[in-house]
């Protein structure tokens, strides 16, 4: 029937492995319950009257084994019946889960000699259940079978592919996506010591390859492209869209079933992974069948729900669940310290890291990753073609302690282990598998546009307008001090008289800034994705014109494209068609846009960029970006980020592709990779050489096929969104 390896001795060996490995466990476990009795005084093992050490061993022998039947077959009921529960209360809720397991395995203990206070029972159900841990993984060390046996009962995989499958020859490709770590940042990692693996990598032959993002440089705009292969009409991490009336956010799962939807449309198949593929802690699904963290899927409710799953698989183990709670707790403490010496040093720039984002930060960097990781090696050992998994530990760091730092590095150094762990499981999977590392954007560093200059880009556009404005922004300072002389002086006087003529209007005592959508129609609809802002006028069905809005608001443009925050604006034109208007007066239309003009000091690629965008359905009325200081390679964002991207200006439009050298090259030499679109089309080229998934033309997420929702991946994305427009902490 089987091979000599799954024969009947073999069978009866890896039996009696297993046997020995539980008795050692439950010995261990024993021990350490003694131990726990004899440290706490809210913990007894012993009748009223006294028990010899004997009666007290088996009382404690008893309660262990109770303990772990109890996890092994009550837990994964629990977190089943539990998975409706956001990921990050269900993490916090897994100490005293297990406190409750061990009062209840106290219980069953004959003459009721066990006994434990609810608060001692949830330390000594830790403590039992990393020990538990501890010592299966220490014993399985050198047991390949039985080290596959666990990755496949952690992440919900009960048996291996047949070893006589031909098909296993054929290697698989895991994609690591690293949230926001540019090419910049890698290499310095990698050059500091900071990622070792990726360092070996590197000396073994790897290509590591620079690409430039689009103008929307956020993981919207970029993964999209990348996973479904067009990202047409997404000019920013959020917009508002005239024709529907729709304020489009990614991070958002309606948006990103929406996102998706139209993508499939446009590309006329399901996306990178539709065949044999599966999509782990993603905005987008593309096409996989296998999802978990997948925001486009988190729309679901109920068994259709498949993300949610990928909690269940992880989760379902008390051990591994203890370990990532603990974990989670000590991350927590870490962010804590970590901003309040920033805070102690006053380290500029610097932004509030209070309120909830310790356990916003906790979840993207310890549970995110947790059950991401355990999921691509669950896939790996099934055997999967094709996996594509986000990590956005160093993105949501960055966004509040800037890309650069020992706060940025230690998260690197851990997403090193992360990879490293998964290079090692991919040795014990049923096939060989190419692991290539990728990025979405990088990250710039600077100071807020708000901190540099006392206003937000909504109090600019609604001074500029001429409309009432908080009283804060009465005590303003238009900039820093500067030489001006000739047309350019002139035009900076009229676009700072403009402004103050309208802080002398009304005031907003309500000083509501935070609503992005207007109280009336008439008022401009203020965006913010990194340092990409967007302005829309919503009672006007198409797209503004520059004639249009000066006649309506005369000192608007001026007073933005003059401003020392801002780098310059692009408007359409009746005259010219679109324009980008600069600082001292320059006006360049889109069609004679060049990489020498206006925007020489973002970079090559700019204008193509621009350009682009301005051909989108659902481009704003005004695109805002802010300046860009080549010396310092800072932006300004005009949301509450010291580290940021989302549009043009620094190491945010740089990212990398790390690939093993028995891949093709993703471009010829002297060739450049620029946008998310060619991205997408190298990774196919990779999986038709690896005989990998073809993606046939109507698959998953075609019109005819069931309905798509939304992947997550966003730290926030995962907990209830309520408000208007989240505060995205990891795009």
């Known amino acids: 029937m089987g091979d000599g390896r799954w024969g009947g001795a073999d069978r009866w060996r890896s039996a009696g492995r297993t046997l020995a490995r539980v008795l050692v466990v439950w010995a261990v476990s024993t021990l350490t319950m003694l131990l726990l009795a004899g440290l706490l005084p809210d913990f007894q093992l012993q009748s009223a009257d006294g028990d010899s050490f004997t009666r007290t061993a088996l009382t404690a022998a008893t309660a262990a084994g109770a303990f772990g039947l109890l996890g092994a077959l009550v837990w994964p009921l629990i977190v089943r019946a539990l998975l409706l529960v956001p990921a990050l209360v269900l993490g916090l809720l897994v100490f005293f889960l297990n406190g409750s397991l061990l009062l209840v395995a106290l219980w069953l203990i004959p003459d009721g000699r066990g006994a434990a206070a609810p608060e001692t029972a949830v330390v000594v159900a830790a403590v039992m259940s990393a020990v538990a841990s501890g010592t299966s993984t220490a014993l399985a060390v050198r047991d390949d079978d039985a080290y596959r046996r666990r990755l496949y ?203 909830t984002y310790p356990f916003v930060r906790a979840f993207a960097t310890v549970v995110e990753r947790d059950v991401v990781v355990s999921a691509v090696m669950g896939d790996m050992l099934a055997g999967r073609t094709a996996v594509y998994a986000d990590l956005v530990a160093y993105d949501e760091v960055a966004h509040h302690s800037g890309p650069h730092g020992r706060d940025t590095d230690q998260v690197l150094a851990r997403l090193d282990r992360a990879i490293a762990l998964i290079a090692t499981v991919a040795e014990h999977a049923p096939r060989p598998y190419r692991i290539v590392l990728l990025s979405d954007h990088g990250q710039s560093p600077g100071e807020t546009f708000e901190s540099a200059y006392g206003l937000t880009l909504k109090d600019l556009v609604r001074a500029g307008c001429g409309l009432p404005v908080p009283r804060r922004v009465r005590r303003t300072r238009w900039g820093h001090p500067r030489t001006e002389s000739g047309g350019g002086a ?97 006006e360049v239309p889109v069609a004679e846009l060049a990489d020498d003009g206006p ?123 309520d408000d208007p427009v989240p505060q995205d902490k990891d795009r």
């Open 153 to 355: 009962r952690l992440t919900g995989r009960t048996r291996p592919r047949d070893p006589g499958d031909t098909g296993e020859s054929v290697p698989g490709t895991v994609f690591l996506q690293l949230d926001g770590v540019g090419h910049h940042v890698l290499r310095g990692a990698v050059a500091d010591g900071l990622m070792p693996t990726v360092a070996g990598w590197l000396e073994a032959g790897h290509r590591l390859t620079p690409w430039r993002t689009d103008w929307s440089s956020q993981t919207g705009a970029s993964q999209l492209g990348i996973l479904h292969g067009s990202n047409e009409d997404v000019p920013a991490f959020r917009w508002y869209e005239k024709d529907t009336g729709r304020l489009m956010v990614s991070n958002r799962p309606a948006s990103a079933v929406e996102l998706q939807r139209r993508a499939v449309r446009r590309t006329g198949d399901g996306g990178l992974l539709t065949v044999d593929g599966a999509s782990r802690g993603n905005l987008f699904s593309g096409g996989a069948d296998q999802l978990a963290l997948v925001l486009s899927m988190a729309a679901r409710r109920g068994r259709r729900n498949r993300s949610r799953a990928g909690y269940f698989a992880y989760f379902s183990d008390p051990a591994n669940a203890v370990r990532t709670a603990g974990s989670l707790v000590a991350e927590c403490v870490r962010e804590v310290y970590q901003s309040t010496r920033a805070r102690l040093r006053r380290e500029s720039p610097r932004v509030s890291r209070g309120g």
């Open 490 to 586: 002139e035009a900076r006087d009229a676009a700072r008289d403009a402004l103050r003529s309208a802080l002398h209007r009304p005031v907003d005592e309500s000083d509501e800034a935070a609503r992005e959508l207007p109280a009336r129609p008439s008022e401009p609809v203020v965006l913010a994705s990194g340092n990409l802002g967007l302005v829309s006028f919503p009672d006007v069905p198409h797209r503004m014109t520059r004639e249009e809005i000066d006649r309506r608001h005369p000192a608007l443009l001026r007073t933005l494209a003059h401003h020392p925050g801002v780098g310059f604006v692009l408007v359409a034109s009746s005259e010219h068609g679109s324009v980008v208007l600069a600082r001292d007066g320059v």
């Open 599 to 721: 925007l020489a000091v973002f970079g090559r690629g700019a204008a193509r960029a621009v350009r682009r965008t301005d051909g989108f359905p659902h481009v704003a009325d005004i695109m805002v970006n802010s300046m860009y200081d080549p010396a310092t390679g800072s932006v300004h964002a005009f949301e509450e980020q010291i580290g940021s991207h989302g549009g043009l200006g620094g190491e945010q439009s740089h990212a990398f592709l790390l690939s093993p050298p028995d891949l093709s090259p993703p471009v010829g030499a002297g060739e450049e990779l620029v946008g998310a679109e060619q991205v997408h089309r190298v990774l196919r080229r990779w999986l038709r050489e690896s005989s990998g998934p073809q993606v046939p033309i109507g698959q998953a997420g075609s019109p005819g096929s069931p309905e798509i929702s939304p992947p997550t991946s966003y730290a926030e994305s995962l907990l209830p969104v």
